[in-house]
Nanobody
């Protein structure tokens, strides 16, 4: 059974930093491309950052320079370091795993084809 479990601090003030983690079980982690997505109330889920199995990385424009995605294949873990957080970053954050390139999937917005999703973790940025 495949499981993706997000964890990390979930509340911070504007301008602060948070680090999200996602640990995967049930998959050959190193062969999967991975990503972080978020969904704010009343909005569609959107791709935030992606890292493919070969290390290729991409970010949505609104987080470039502020967020950093990374992976540790030995720990079957995905991370998202978020800095200079803004109120508009408030959302439910989901990690995801896909056999195909996640960078391409996020670029074209084909969320329905994602292989596996985590349960999500709420991130709240308050002023």
């Amino acid at each position: 059974q495949v499981q993706l479990m997000e964890s990390g601090e979930t509340s911070v003030q504007t301008g602060g930093s948070l680090r999200l983690s996602c640990r995967a079980t049930g998959i050959t982690f190193s062969t999967y491309s991975l990503g972080w997505f978020r969904q704010a109330p009343g909005k569609e889920r959107e791709g935030v950052a992606a890292i493919d199995s070969d290390g290729k990385i991409s970010y949505t424009d609104s987080v470039k320079g502020r967020f950093t995605i990374s992976r540790d294949n030995a720990k079957s873990s995905l991370y998202l370091q978020m800095t200079s957080l803004k109120s508009e970053d408030t959302a439910m954050y989901y990690c995801a795993a896909n056999q195909g390139r996640m960078t391409a999937l996020q670029r074209i917005g084909r969320l329905r084809t994602v292989d596996y999703w985590g349960q999500g973790t709420q991130v709240t940025v308050s002023s």
